[in-house]
């Protein structure tokens, strides 16, 4: 049942940060789940599935985004990010993507290292209320830094999936397909912890948001003109 998945994340989430974070996320997974039509609530740690130790010590523990953030920064994208693909690393149960659907992008790519999670995004995806005919989507199982990245891609999604190291190989590989075709691409990056990485290759924030302590999530851009972040005194910012 639900209930008890929602009770079992609630008491996670309360456990490790506080009661109003729990609350406040319970309260949009309950809304978000049901809007979507889409199961992905909860936490699990990977180390109970097959993954060799070495991928293992690279990734974090499945824990989906926040609707609300998530929400916030796909509505925030320019629309001519969608007319390209989006790509999600680590897409765990295919949270994200099933949303970007109803923000109208129509080409998605997961990443995802597990194969069960990864089986359960298709599966999400198919069920989606927001899923329609003409959406193209491939789910990759297999290691983040391992892939190649389309040159019809415009948006790259991140929650924290994996260690410092490995985001910057995953960096380097997105700005290989952006010297091979040349384009406006942007990063929606939530619990940007090393969005340093971005800076360190000219991309420039242009939103930013923050609710309770917690929950916050940036978007940047890249269209090869852009000067260092620190060179932006103008920053698009909210707080609610």
């Not at 978000?32 to 060799?52: F, H, M, R």
């Not at 989906?64 to 390209?84: H, N, T, V």
């Not at 969005?195 to 851009?221: A, P, S, V």
Request: proline content about 2%; glycine content about 4%.
């Amino acid at each position: 049942m639900k209930f008890k998945e929602y009770l079992k994340y609630f008491r996670f989430i309360q456990k490790y940060w506080d009661f109003q974070l729990a609350a406040f996320t319970i309260y949009h997974e309950i809304i978000g789940e049901k809007k979507y039509g889409i199961d992905t609530t909860g936490t699990e740690p990977l180390w109970q599935y097959d993954i060799d130790e070495e991928d293992l010590a690279d990734a974090e523990a499945y824990q989906p985004a926040s609707y609300y953030i998530l929400e916030k920064l796909l509505d925030s994208l320019p629309a001519e990010s969608k007319s390209g693909r989006i790509y999600d690393f680590g897409c765990g149960k295919g949270r994200a993507l099933a949303v970007a659907m109803a923000y109208g992008f129509k080409k998605l790519t997961g990443i995802e290292i597990i194969y069960e999670l990864a089986k359960d995004a298709e599966s999400n995806i198919l069920n989606c209320k927001f899923y329609k005919q003409d959406v193209s989507f491939t789910i990759v199982n297999n290691r983040a830094q391992d892939m190649t990245i389309t040159d019809d891609a415009k948006v790259f999604l991140f929650f924290n999936p994996f260690k410092e190291n490995l985001m910057a190989e995953v960096i380097d590989n997105i700005m290989e397909s952006y010297q091979r075709s040349p384009r406006k691409i942007f990063v929606v990056y939530i619990n940007d912890v090393y969005k340093d990485l971005f800076f360190d290759k000219n991309f420039r924030q242009i939103y930013h948001i923050q609710k309770l302590t917690y929950l916050q999530g940036t978007m940047l851009e890249f269209d090869g003109k852009s000067k260092r972040q620190g060179d932006y005194d103008q920053l698009s910012q909210i707080k609610q």
